[in-house]
């Protein structure tokens, strides 16, 4: 839920994402852009808008420009209930907003498969130093190994599965959530200036 008038005004005035805008200028063989320009590149070139997410993603920066709408007393009843939902259903994608992206490429092996070495490496220093185990239960101390490979290698199912299942949340209540302000918005419930920042 990318405002794409705030995200062209970001990538020409904000340094932030001076990546962005040299790859515009470099597509395009022009050093005069103007918003409507990197507002049609966007429309064109959707990896830039992933790359825009995955910029902000990492300078923990939302990517979701939809504001909290003011729920009034004036407000009819569907008026307020469809407020209240869409409200609920941007915190939920606030909440999950670390989750937009599904768990390909991500960096859980790295950082799963590095505490599962330490610890393994620590246990052998352990065991090597103040203890007699290696001659004395040999095997005992490699099932020991394995069994941290096997816990390591089971963190990492868990953690990638519970990163799937909030993937999943996130991408059904994105829909949703564009399908429901749509809706209001052709039913003229609240002003599109009223939503997005």
Request: charged fraction near 25%; avoid cysteine.
């Given at each position: 839920m990318v405002n794409i008038e705030k995200v062209s005004l970001q990538i020409l005035d904000d340094a932030l994402y001076n990546t962005l805008l040299f790859e515009i200028k470099e597509k395009l063989s022009n050093q005069n852009i103007t918003p409507q320009i990197?507002?049609?590149?966007?429309?064109?070139?959707?990896?830039?808008?992933?790359?825009?997410?995955?910029i902000n993603a990492q300078s923990e920066q939302s990517s979701i420009h939809v504001k909290f709408l003011q729920i009034s007393k004036d407000d009819m009843p569907e008026v307020a209930k469809?407020?209240?939902?869409?409200?609920?259903?941007?915190?939920?994608?606030?909440?999950?907003?670390?989750?937009?992206r599904d768990s390909k490429g991500s960096a859980y092996p790295i950082w799963i498969g590095s505490v599962g070495v330490i610890t393994i490496f620590m246990a052998h220093n352990i065991i090597a130093?103040?203890?007699?185990?290696?001659?004395?239960?040999?095997?005992?101390?490699?099932?020991?190994?394995?069994?941290?490979?096997?816990?390591?290698?089971?963190?990492?199912?868990?953690i990638k599965n519970n990163h799937d299942?909030?993937?999943?949340?996130?991408?059904?209540?994105?829909?949703?959530?564009?399908?429901?302000?749509?809706d209001a918005l052709q039913k003229s419930y609240f002003l599109y200036d009223d939503i997005y920042k």
């Open positions: 990197v507002k049609e590149m966007l429309k064109s070139s959707p990896w830039l808008l992933d790359e825009y997410k995955e469809a407020k209240e939902q869409i409200n609920n259903s941007v915190q939920t994608l606030k909440n999950l907003e670390n989750f937009e130093l103040f203890s007699e185990l290696y001659t004395t239960h040999d095997k005992g101390v490699y099932l020991f190994f394995a069994s941290l490979l096997g816990i390591t290698y089971l963190a990492y199912i868990k299942r909030q993937h999943k949340i996130f991408t059904t209540t994105y829909t949703k959530t564009q399908e429901m302000i749509n």
